[in-house]
């Protein structure tokens, strides 16, 4: 049984040159695509490298105290925001109060102490003359009776009395002169407030009112609270940590990108950054600060031992220091720890891969944990006047 063909309907051909049109447009459309993406390619991203092996980072300042004691009072806790200078803890200060009213009594005593050695100085000159006084009498009872004797008009005892008076009187006043001398030598010709002995005393109490100043620990940065683990009671040292405050605009970004990326980065190159926490709706920028010195394998606590048997290599990844601009951050706050996405720019390479300059200022600095001591010296100053007669 032979099969009989079916002829074509008349609605097939005009089908297949209606598709033949839009075949080849879709051809065009995507020869075109192809070579956008390739110019583009060309252009845009062989001058680009990118990694989003990359986290915000930042400085934890750990807060720590100075002296020791008890804490009565946790003024702020997590996520609270904290300026330069503020009291974050308070320490009991009664030991701290004792301490110092010690210190005051001690440079008190050792006030009148040398008041008194000064006093005894024209005690000692007085007693000097005095005793030149009784050297110079019995000198001359001697002189008067060495005649008498060499006629024997006195008895040869009386003579030898006369003798031993003015030896006697010669000794006095060189135990006199010593003792003047020791008791210059303690002072010499020093001022009160500049002796030794007052300046120790006053150095002692300098330290206790610094010790009970430090009894309020401070923030010495503005930021926030975060890691708080002190609380009311506890008794603290100073290799306690208190809790950790973050500033939340010197942050930074290290992106780990693949040591096949990083010929052709260098330090100044523009970058841009953006983060999980906001999307592609928002574009950080920075710049390129540096490049660490070893991979993260090389720090590790148990570096690799490539030299041991079978080896199997493995890219290694590098961390490089990304910059952002603080308007940015300011407008749209990151988080130590966020993820991100980074792209260098690096179609300029007239940069250094490594930094050539020294950096002549501090990187960081802070001047809200140091004491002025003008009112401790005040205070010795009036202790000083009140004791010196």
Known sequence: MTS???PPSATD??????????LMLLLAACIVIAIAYALYWFLVLSHQQDTDDAYVAGNQVQISPQVSGSVSKVWFDNTD????GDILVSLDKTDANQTLNKAETALASSVRQVRQLMINTRQYQANIELKRTALAQAEADLARRDPLAQRQLIGREELQHARDTAASAKASLDVAIQQLNANQAMILNTPLDQQPVIQQSAAALRDAWLALQRTDIRSPIDGYVSRRSVQVGAQITPSSALMV??????LWVDANFKETQLAEVRIGQPVTVTADIYGDAVTYHGKVVGLDMGTGSAFSLLP???ASGNWIKVVQRLPVRVSLDPQDLQQHPLRIGLSTQVTIDVSNTSGQAL???M?????????ALTLQLQQADHIIQRIIA???G
């Open 4 to 6: 009989v063909e079916k």
């Open 13 to 22: 051909t005009p089908s297949r040159k209606k598709r033949k049109p839009l």
């Open 81 to 84: 925001l904290v300026h330069k």
């Open 245 to 250: 405050v973050v500033p939340s605009q010197e």
């Open 304 to 306: 690799a031992q490539n």
């Open 355 to 357: 930094a050539t300059v």
């Open 359 to 367: 950096r002549k200022s501090p990187a960081y600095e802070s001047d």
């Open 386 to 388: 009140a004791n010196a």
